[in-house]
């Protein structure tokens, strides 16, 4: 036997799965925790006042870390991102450019940088507690994130 749908039927089949797709990635569960999610490099200002003009890129590769992004278009560039992301809400996000010339620092820019004041967001500088510390953590809270008393 064959079973065939009706357009009008058909039609409210589709709009309801449409709905339900576009449904699922704004469902916001009242009172569940979201982390913070950090990516990218983290870019201490102690470790940017390291850098020189003039340095090899072995030295600020020493000082900063590899690169997050490393144009292959234009290989005298270097991207260091560092953002702190909360669910969808983007909480800050850091950045520093550094241009090579015969490979030594010739400049860079970006929101953050050597001499630069870092981002006074305090999202971005706060202490990510270790995996054992945000064990006591939970621990002291209850359910729901309620104190034990």
Do not use: H
């Not at 913070?36 to 102690?46: E, K, M, P, R, S």
């Amino acid at each position: 036997m064959r079973c065939a749908l009706t357009p009008r039927a058909s039609r409210l089949i589709l709009i309801t799965l449409a709905l339900c797709a576009a449904g699922c990635s704004q469902l916001k569960f009242p009172g569940v925790y979201r982390i913070n999610v950090q990516q990218g490099n983290i870019l201490d200002q102690t470790k940017l006042d390291q850098l020189k003009l003039g340095q090899t890129r072995r030295q600020v590769q020493f000082v900063l870390g590899t690169p997050l992004v490393q144009d292959t278009f234009s290989p005298d560039r270097w991207d260091y991102v560092y953002t702190v992301r909360r669910g969808d809400k983007l909480l800050g996000e850091k950045r520093i450019s550094l241009f090579f010339e015969a490979d030594k620092l010739a400049r860079y820019e970006g929101t953050v940088g050597p001499g630069k004041a870092a981002i006074a967001d305090p999202e971005l500088n706060e202490k990510m507690p270790t995996p054992q510390e945000q064990a006591e953590i939970n621990a002291a809270s209850g359910p729901k994130g309620k104190a034990k008393k």
